[in-house]
């Protein structure tokens, strides 16, 4: 599904299509176990272990434990459970919690909220490229710091954080450290076995299931006040009726992820490389980010002479952003780009190409011909450049 009847779709950092045999598991599940899982009878009991199933699933391509999960619905209220629930029932160690500058709004709005609160909140800035140098994050840390947030992949550029240091810094220290992974779970190896990360939130759209449905993982011990109050479901720490088709969906999806995470690597790191080859002689074109050792499925090129609006209606057909789906409709530069030491101008131009399992050759060869074209095209309409 890279490609649709009029349009060449290289977005996958905003949604991933769903996959044929997730659609398929849902369906199933939809007529044959559609019932409460927390019903004592029969029906009930056929839901809940689809239920258990997809925790398996799920579990085995985090190596976590299956009661170590909590459903939710996406990434958006992961965050807010684990960093709002975190914080609230830590109050009492102290209220000053770290972030960075280039977190997602998911992230980044919780913390402004928590601020009105009475916390707070030490934003860090990344390196040039983007990375949270480990030595940053050590020297933020104080005697009252209680938790620590930063994003596993970007998801404007795809710098890849190393979780396991920056970990190994908030246990030295006794701090939380919770982890946004919307865009690496299912994506790329994630170990939670074994790295030193207490709270890991993650969303089933993003590695091909479906929207609607997310998951939080809790390290043994970690515990979390509950932001939603009316059942026993999931030991009260999020209560009501759970979504088996949509939870059986984002098993599968992690099923699928756990077999072709490598091999889908290796094809995005070759298109990733076209692309940037077919780009990077264009005049004046930075790459945001690094060109080496991001996530190869997210490539953020950006001009310094060049509206990104303008840009990205000249590019249609192909489906790309000028930063994150969240803020897609706002006319404000990317916070993440301008942390990077981008300037206005510099950040509205960008674009986001970030690319999937169904995407070809063929399809790069595309974008980066209408690129150009658009590029040229804009530029001879610029009265600096006609004069």
């Not at 939710?72 to 000053?96: D, F, M, W």
């Not at 928590?114 to 909140?121: I, P, R, S, T």
Request: aromatic letters at 4%; proline letters at 4%.
């Amino acid at each position: 599904m890279a490609t649709g009847e009029d349009f060449i779709y290289l977005d996958y950092a905003a949604t991933t299509p769903l996959h044929p045999a997730v659609a398929e598991r849902m369906r199933t599940v939809q007529n044959t176990a559609g019932f409460n899982p927390a019903s004592n009878h029969v029906a009930g009991r056929r839901s809940a272990a689809v239920v258990e199933q997809a925790a398996a699933q799920l579990a085995a391509l985090l190596n976590v434990a299956p009661a170590s999960l909590v459903w939710t619905s996406g990434a958006t209220e992961s965050n807010n459970l684990a960093i709002q629930g975190a914080a609230r029932l830590r109050a009492h160690r102290g209220k000053h919690l770290v972030t960075m500058q280039t977190e997602h709004k998911a992230v980044v709005d919780v913390f402004r909220a928590l601020e009105k609160q009475g916390f707070e909140v030490s934003w860090l800035a990344p390196d040039p490229d983007g990375y949270l140098p480990v030595e940053s994050l050590a020297r933020a840390l104080r005697d009252d710091t209680q938790l620590v947030s930063i994003m596993h992949v970007n998801n404007e550029t795809g710098v890849i954080q190393d979780i396991a240091a920056l970990g190994a810094a908030c246990r030295e220290r006794k701090v939380l450290l919770h982890v946004d992974g919307a865009q690496a779970a299912g994506k790329i190896p994630v170990d939670l076995g074994r790295l030193p990360v207490d709270l890991y939130s993650l969303t089933a759209h993003k590695f091909y299931g479906p929207k609607g449905v997310g998951a939080l993982f809790l390290s043994q011990g970690t515990a979390v006040e509950p932001l939603m109050f009316g059942g026993a479901q999931q030991q009260r720490l999020r209560p009501g009726t759970l979504a088996v088709d949509l939870i059986a969906g984002m098993g599968e999806a992690a099923a699928i992820a756990a077999r072709r995470i490598d091999a889908d690597l290796v094809h995005l790191a070759t298109l990733r490389r076209q692309l940037l080859q077919g780009l990077r002689h264009i005049e004046g074109l930075h790459v945001n980010g690094p060109v080496d050792g991001a996530y190869p499925g997210i490539l953020n090129v950006g001009l310094g002479d060049i509206e990104g609006e303008s840009l990205l209606l000249a590019l249609e057909p192909l489906c790309v952003a000028t930063g994150s789906a969240c803020n897609s409709r706002s006319q404000e530069p990317s916070a993440v780009l301008r942390a990077l030491g981008r300037t206005d101008l510099e950040a509205q131009s960008a674009i986001r190409f970030s690319l999937g399992r169904a995407t070809t050759s063929a399809d790069i060869d595309r974008a980066i011909c209408l690129y150009q074209d658009a590029v040229r095209k804009l530029r001879a309409l610029a009265p600096e450049r006609a004069a």
